[in-house]
């Protein structure tokens, strides 16, 4: 099964608006990525939060991560149209460096 | 300094035919790793290499699929015989080391379609 599971599958928001996305994991991790994917583009990376970090902020971008609850949560403020992408967690918990990819979140950002 | 290149972006191929996915890392990096993502799904890890090393093949099917990253040119991913479940995209992803904060660098993808 996954290692990663986003929730929701599919968020609809009003330009302006903050959305949120959460991540479970299953097993221990090094660090957990967000990506955002394009329709039909590649992955663009957003941020990486190590494990022994709680918090950390890049733009109007906000991730926090619970080790005790294995579960990650990445805030978008006042999103924009162009922020309609999918949106997916990845986690690193070995020693090779292979990801494991959540399902993602869809976001859907009305103008 | 360019990104992670792949060609070709789109790849058609009849059913047992063979298809060869090329990846270019980004300058600098030398660990190369594959993924796979089926329609509406997440990326699937398939196989890491460094130069001339396969290091985790964990991902790869056992049969038809194989992976090179020779001292020279980029990363081929090769399936042989495809078949029409081998549709998907494929994307490559780059880093400079394998260190536990190293953040993987995505190419464009190539997606291929099994006719």
């Known amino acids: 099964s996954q290692q990663g599971e986003e929730d929701p599958q599919a968020l609809s928001i009003q330009e302006g608006e903050n959305a949120t996305m959460n991540c479970s994991y299953k097993t221990s991790i090094n660090n957990l990525q967000w990506y955002r994917q394009n329709s039909g583009r590649g992955l663009v990376h957003l941020i990486l939060i190590r494990s022994n970090e709680r918090e950390k902020h890049s733009g109007r971008l906000r991730v926090t991560l619970d080790t005790s609850k294995k579960s990650s949560s990445l805030l978008i403020t006042a999103s924009r149209a162009a922020d309609t992408a999918s949106y997916f967690c990845a986690t690193d918990s070995g020693n090779t460096g292979k990801l494991i990819f959540g399902q993602g979140t869809t976001l859907q950002v009305k103008p | 300094n360019a990104g992670v290149m792949q060609n070709p972006r789109h790849l058609v191929r009849r059913r047992g035919q063979e298809a060869r996915l090329r990846c270019s890392p980004m300058k600098g990096h030398s660990h190369v790793y594959w993924y796979r993502q089926l329609p509406e799904e997440g990326l699937k890890f398939m196989v890491y290499?460094?130069?001339?090393?396969?290091?985790?093949e964990s991902g790869m099917p056992k049969e038809r699929f194989s992976a090179e990253f020779p001292k020279e040119g980029p990363s081929i991913l090769r399936i042989q015989q495809v078949v029409r479940g081998d549709s998907a995209a494929y994307f490559c992803?780059?880093?400079?080391?394998?260190?536990?904060?190293?953040?993987?660098?995505f190419g464009p993808g190539t997606r291929l379609t099994v006719l």
């Open positions: 992803a780059s880093s400079l080391s394998t260190g536990v904060v190293d953040t993987q660098y």
């Open positions: 290499l460094q130069k001339e090393n396969i290091i985790d």
